[in-house]
Every structure is written in structure tokens, then in C-alpha cells.
């Protein structure tokens, strides 16, 4: 039988222009993104401003998506609750936005954040952060 799949979807955030700094919520063994489950009927953009709002406090208002950019990867997770404990599919998509102005960041499931400098390249954390910010790299090197 075929592993269940799922999908999360989030930003990278970022500020400056260039890009100076990203955002990384901070769990208890990792750093990892403002991301979540796609909910039925939800497109990848709605799910990744909902769980922005919800994880920091960020509004859509706050930032800017850039539209040229989307990460994609997809790795196997177990989790405990949801599919019984049962390996699954995971999906992940990562969109683009600048933060428009410094905001005050509410934290809803994270023990805290930290605005990384952007000075390529990173070694942050080698499963989704790290690719998903060689592929921006490369994005912004193709940009110019």
C-alpha cells in the first residue's frame, strides 16, 4: 500500500532589498520556516499566509510575495497522531515574501526566532532549510 501524502506550505521571509537578513522560528532541536498544513480548499498561497499570521503575528499587509519564486521538495515524515504513526509523502512548498516594514513578532508555537544574516552559503540545516536557500541564491544570481 502507497504511503498517505500531505502537503505544508510557508514563506521564506525576508528583509531588505537586497535581501539582508531571513526569518527562522525556532523549535526545540531545529530552526525550520512559518509553515503548516494545507487545509481542504485552500490554495498554497492562502495556507502560507494563515500559518505566517498564525506562528508570528504577521500580516498579510506586512509583506510583499515575490511571485517569481517557489521551493518544492518532498522527504517522508512519521507522525505519531495523524496516519497512525504510519510513514507519509511529504510535500513542501515554500514561496517568497519581504517583510514591508519592522514589525513586532506574537509567537504562537515557537520557543523564539532569529533574523539570520543572508551571506551565502548556509549551513543551517541540511533536509529543506539549506536547499531552499541555494535554490534562492541562485534565483537572485538569475535576477540580476
Not at 82 to 108: E, N, P, S, W, Y
Request: charged fraction near 25%; glycine fraction near 6%; proline fraction near 6%.
Amino acid at each position: 500500500m502507497a504511503a498517505p501524502e500531505t502537503k505544508s506550505c510557508g514563506f521564506l521571509l525576508v528583509r531588505g532589498a537586497p535581501i539582508n537578513s531571513f526569518l527562522l522560528m525556532k523549535h526545540p532541536t531545529r530552526w525550520d520556516l512559518p509553515k503548516g498544513h494545507i487545509s481542504a480548499g485552500e490554495t498554497e498561497l492562502q495556507c502560507a499566509f494563515r500559518e505566517l499570521a498564525e506562528e508570528t503575528g504577521i500580516a498579510p499587509d506586512d509583506v510583499e510575495v515575490d511571485d517569481g519564486f517557489r521551493f518544492t521538495t518532498e522527504y517522508y515524515v512519521t507522525y505519531k497522531k495523524k496516519f497512525d504513526g504510519r510513514r507519509c509523502l511529504k510535500t513542501l512548498v515554500i514561496l517568497l515574501a519581504r517583510l514591508k516594514h519592522d514589525v513586532q513578532l506574537v509567537l504562537t508555537e515557537h520557543e523564539g526566532f532569529r533574523w539570520f544574516d543572508w551571506s551565502p552559503p548556509h549551513q543551517i540545516q541540511e533536509l529543506t532549510i539549506d536547499p531552499l536557500l541555494a535554490e534562492l541564491e541562485q534565483y537572485l544570481a538569475n535576477s540580476r
